[in-house]
């Protein structure tokens, strides 16, 4: 983005590069104009214009690095300066080329140098404004100086105010680019910090399946395998006694009871297992395989939609959601058989993430909501902090709503 000084800069250009020329060119034009009966003063004029524009030539137009030289640039102004005051002193109407002058004062020499050059410009102007004094007396000098300093003090005061300006528009540039930068870091580490957080949920993900094997290797190691290995070794025992019915029937009543047992564990740890859908794929894969299952032993069409940017969710979080489309779509079967589709829509929100079943069945009353298995469904949900909503009217069909949120 061009700054505003570059742009000042920009369009003040052809001020300092074209202006001085044409100024001079008129000039000269208006002093032909004015003295072509006097050709001796003619041509010292005519050659004091050919002169300042040699200089300017010379000085500012073909060496452009010379400009950035504050010490070449004071010998080119001050000669300028020196041109325009011979001229004025010669020819008031060169007073005009303190314009360009003017230019030059304020451009190209800097603060706070060139309120020198600026008031020796304003010399070159109040004396082109005095023409006419007595300057045989002392009062035509006071008059003299008097427009001069009329001349010197307001437009040094200008180049003070516009330096002031300068300044302040300095700062709020260099405050504005701050602000970008930071604004720019800020949201390089925002960035960093979601993808950060995302990587830490896959690996908190990860590291809960791995724990969760490693739960079953014990579950297994300290059930199943001991029980099995019990099982065994009392079967093996009732074998070798085959002879003795009283040795037969303890070591059998042995191994049936280490079996029960050892049911028993079993179902217990398979209980706290997440389910197997969740152990290879998303939620959404999941939720697409189970209703797929289900429509294949239904014979009625499941339709699974995603919306949303697919995140992942925290275990507990995933497991409730598939257990309600399972719950869900069991109650399906069970309770409203007449169906003849059902749709699941699994939405991906900035906060929560919703999961809704909706299907065309009959509908369900108020006995079927305390016998359709929901407030299992709806103690999973809350205990998450989430919501579950269940929207039925008789032959409308039946729309079960919950949300779980993120974090």
């Given amino acids: 983005m061009e700054s505003w000084q570059t742009a000042w800069e920009r369009r003040q250009r052809p001020m300092v590069t074209v202006v001085p020329y044409v100024l001079l060119a008129f000039l000269a034009a208006l002093t032909v ?22 200089w300017n030539l010379v000085f500012f137009t073909v060496h452009p690095p010379w400009r950035e030289r504050r010490g070449i640039m004071s010998v080119f102004l001050a000669g300028l300066i020196l041109f325009g005051l011979i001229m004025v002193i010669r020819n008031p109407w060169f ?7 003017y230019f030059y004062a304020f451009r190209i020499i800097g603060w706070p140098r060139e309120l020198f050059f600026i008031a020796g410009t304003a010399v070159v102007a109040g004396t082109a404004q005095a023409t006419g004094l007595d300057y045989h007396s002392w009062f ?7 427009v001069v300093v009329a001349n010197v003090v307001p437009l040094c005061l200008l180049a003070w105010f516009g330096e002031i300006v300068f300044r302040h528009q300095d700062s709020r540039e260099a405050a504005l680019r701050e602000a970008q930068e930071a604004n720019a870091r800020l949201a390089a580490a925002l960035a960093d910090n979601a993808a950060l957080q995302e990587k830490l949920v896959e690996q908190a993900r990860t590291a809960g399946v791995l724990d969760e094997r490693a739960r079953m290797a014990r579950e297994i190691h300290d059930t199943l395998a001991q029980g099995l290995t019990g099982i065994v070794t009392q079967l093996q025992a009732a074998e070798h006694a085959a002879d003795e019915p009283a040795a037969w029937r303890r070591h059998h009543d042995a191994a049936t ?3 029960r047992e050892s049911l028993t564990e079993a179902r217990r740890s398979v209980n706290e297992l997440r389910p197997e859908p969740l152990e290879t ?26 919306t949303g940017e697919t995140r992942t969710l925290r275990p507990e979080a995933e497991v409730a959601l598939l257990r309600t489309a399972q719950e869900a779509l069991a109650n399906v079967a069970k309770h409203a058989p007449t169906a003849t589709r059902v749709g699941l829509t699994l939405s991906y929100m900035d906060q929560q993430t919703a999961l809704d079943v909706r299907d065309d069945g009959p509908g369900i009353t108020d006995n079927g909501h305390r016998g359709f298995g929901l407030e299992a469904m709806r103690q999973r949900i809350e205990a998450l902090d989430g919501t579950l909503q269940i929207e039925s009217e008789a032959g409308m069909g039946t729309g079960i709503s919950v949300c779980v949120p993120h974090e």
Avoid at 140 to 146: E, I, L, M
């Fill in 33 to 54: 104009a004015y003295k072509h009966d006097q050709p001796g003063s003619l041509a010292i004029d005519l050659a004091l214009c050919a002169a300042a524009a040699v």
């Fill in 95 to 101: 007073g005009f080329y303190s314009v360009a002058l």
């Fill in 140 to 146: 035509g000098w006071v008059q003299w100086a008097t």
């Fill in 257 to 259: 009871a280490l079996a």
């Fill in 281 to 306: 794929g998303r939620l959404a894969d999941a939720i697409t395989e189970v209703a797929a299952k289900w429509s294949a032993r239904q014979g009625v069409p499941a339709q699974v939609t995603v």
